[in-house]
T-cell receptor, first 112, second 115 residues
Framework: GQQVMQIPQYQHVQEGEDFTTYCNSSTTLSNIQWYKQRPGGHPVFLIQLVKSGEVKKQKRLTFQFGEAKKNSSLHITATQTTDVGTYFCAGSGFQGAQKLVFGQGTRLTINP | GAGVSQSPSNKVTEKGKDVELRCDPISGHTALYWYRQSLGQGLEFLIYFQGNSAPDKSGLPSDRFSAERTGGSVSTLTIQRTQQEDSAVYLC?????????????FGEGSRLTVL
């Protein structure tokens, strides 16, 4: 089926350390989105990447879309306790469909 | 309203009963999604509505699940003869589709517990 694989499933870091989560699809995506879900909350949109090789930054967050449009990453520099939550990637364009399929998410916990 | 509204926020039902979950999307959003999230898990795609097109029902886990969207606005997800494995948070999201998949705005979810 249409799947977006995300690793790692869990990541625990010390405050101030960097964090990266990776997303892979077996098929080419038309675009990829990233969401953050705080504990007890609902997913909130972070960013959308559309172009091959695209890199976007939001303060300490850097998002990349691979050249083949099959993988993506989110990197957080110098984590802070406010970064705690689960980060999801979501891809669309499987077989031309517009539906958005989510990865399993990476749960980030931080030791202050 | 200002955001996506879902009701009920919590529903406890007995195995075998039918349940209806309602989603009121952001006005003007043409795309509407239903996802299911079990405790500590990811978002499982259920169904996608886009404008007047036929819905993408490819994620519905069984024929006990159905959804409709009336007038291009409010959507109802119905689960018939509920089973314990149906227990989860059901999330609705709407999106201002503009030629391609856009940002999803999620509701707070409906937590379903089947006893």
């Amino acid at each position: 089926g249409q799947q977006v694989m995300q690793i790692p499933q869990y990541q625990h870091v010390q405050e101030g350390e960097d964090f990266t989560t990776y997303c892979n699809s077996s098929t080419t995506l038309s675009n990829i989105q990233w969401y953050k879900q705080r504990p007890g909350g609902h997913p909130v949109f972070l960013i959308q990447l559309v172009k091959s090789g695209e890199v976007k930054k939001q303060k300490r967050l850097t998002f990349q879309f691979g050249e083949a449009k099959k993988n993506s990453s989110l990197h957080i520099t110098a984590t802070q306790t406010t970064d705690v939550g689960t980060y999801f990637c979501a891809g669309s364009g499987f077989q031309g469909a517009q539906k958005l399929v989510f990865g399993q998410g990476t749960r980030l916990t931080i030791n202050p | 309203g200002a955001g996506v509204s879902q009701s009920p926020s919590n529903k406890v039902t007995e195995k075998g009963k039918d349940v209806e979950l309602r989603c009121d999307p952001i006005s003007g959003h043409t795309a509407l999604y239903w996802y299911r999230q079990s405790l500590g898990q990811g978002l499982e795609f259920l169904i996608y509505f886009q404008g007047n097109s036929a819905p993408d029902k490819s994620g519905l886990p069984s024929d006990r699940f159905s959804a409709e969207r009336t007038g291009g606005s409010v959507s109802t997800l119905t689960i018939q003869r509920t089973q314990q494995e149906d227990s989860a948070v059901y999330l609705c999201a709407s999106s201002p589709y503009r030629g391609r998949t856009g940002e999803l705005f999620f509701g707070e979810g409906s937590r379903l517990t089947v006893l």
